[in-house]
């Protein structure tokens, strides 16, 4: 079955074919025969109950100065297509929050990934405290004297906004530091802003492991390491990147998050683990699916895609027949 798979995600300006995990899905669904369609979380519309969506065909190539290779507009009814890959970066604010309800009224009919439900439930700083056998020690407050507290206990922490992405305002607090209480008071808006604090766990300077879940599955995993005097292993902000295998503490954090990712709907899930302890669990769009093919020399992202078209294939026997087609 060919299938018409839209991606929801940010525009076209943003890709970055060499990084960039989007790009590299649309890619893979091409190349196993299937249509991939672009739009932004402004392009849908609901019409008498109807999500609808401003789409462009995916051409891509990654030596374009347009890597996606757009063509002309047209409007397709979201119920009729195959799959919807929810791709926009973070951070889960009040336009994604609208966006996943949106996608509510098609996901009975349509593949949704990840699952509307499930990206509402699963904040990507404190879906991890569901797993408190496999999380650093954790507090998530306001109060400085507590933070300050913490920090003092663990001799360490690092504290980062509940909403933060891609390593931005993560700062490690050490007790006896005289900025201390001026960076909590700037990060928790002198108290009123909960923040996420946790031990600081010095294999950080080892690296960040980015294992890739599909279906509660490893992909595989890349280890970020930090690069000058940055703590920080993220790849945005300079850490350099290799391909490594899961060991055991990584397969007892797969093993205890697998039933909770498959119950939410999570299908394809980035979760950072730092000195055998799982940090972040990223869900709105997951990076480093384009690393791990090119550092592995394996094609996990044709995985997703068999996937996808296994799932799509079990949704379109359960829902009604398929609407006209949506090319132009």
């Not at 519309?45 to 789409?55: I, L």
């Not at 020690?137 to 992405?165: Q, S």
């Amino acid at each position: 079955m060919t299938m018409d798979v839209v991606v929801v995600m940010d525009g076209p300006e943003t890709v970055v074919p060499a990084t960039d995990t989007s790009f590299g899905l649309a890619a893979a669904a091409i190349e196993r025969g299937h249509r991939c369609w672009h739009c932004t979380p402004a392009d849908l519309s609901v019409v008498d109950g109807s999500v609808r969506a401003r789409v462009r065909e995916i051409r891509p190539d990654a030596e374009a100065i347009d890597p996606l290779g757009l063509g002309g507009a047209t409007d397709v009814e979201l119920a009729s297509v195959d799959v919807v890959l929810v791709r926009p970066d973070p951070p889960f604010d009040q336009d994604y929050l609208h966006l996943t309800l949106v996608l509510d009224l098609v996901a009975d009919a349509t593949l949704v990934v990840n699952s509307p439900h499930g990206l509402r439930t699963a904040n990507e700083k404190l879906y991890a405290l569901r797993f408190p056998d496999v999380t650093p020690p954790t507090v998530v407050t306001a109060d400085r004297e507590r933070l300050l507290a913490f920090a003092a206990t663990h001799d360490a922490a690092v504290v980062k906004p509940i909403d933060g992405h891609g390593g931005r305002s993560v700062l490690v607090v050490r007790p006896g530091d005289e900025n201390a209480a001026s960076i909590l008071d700037t990060v928790t808006a002198r108290g009123t802003v909960p923040v996420v604090a946790q031990r600081y766990l010095p294999g950080v300077r080892d690296g960040d492991k980015r294992i890739l879940l599909l279906d509660g599955e490893p992909l595989g995993a890349i280890l970020r390491r930090p690069t000058g005097d940055d703590f920080r292993a993220n790849i945005c902000v300079g850490g350099a990147v290799e391909a490594v295998d899961l060991d055991d503490d990584d397969r007892r954090i797969v093993d205890a998050m697998a039933p909770a990712l498959r119950a939410d709907g999570l299908h394809l899930v980035g979760i950072d683990v730092v000195d055998g302890h799982l940090t972040e669990v990223n869900v709105t769009s997951p990076t480093g699916l384009r690393q791990l093919c090119e550092l592995s020399g394996a094609r996990p992202d044709l995985d997703v895609v068999r996937w996808l078209e296994h799932r799509a294939g079990a949704t379109a026997s359960t829902s009604n027949p398929r609407p006209e087609d949506p090319t132009p």
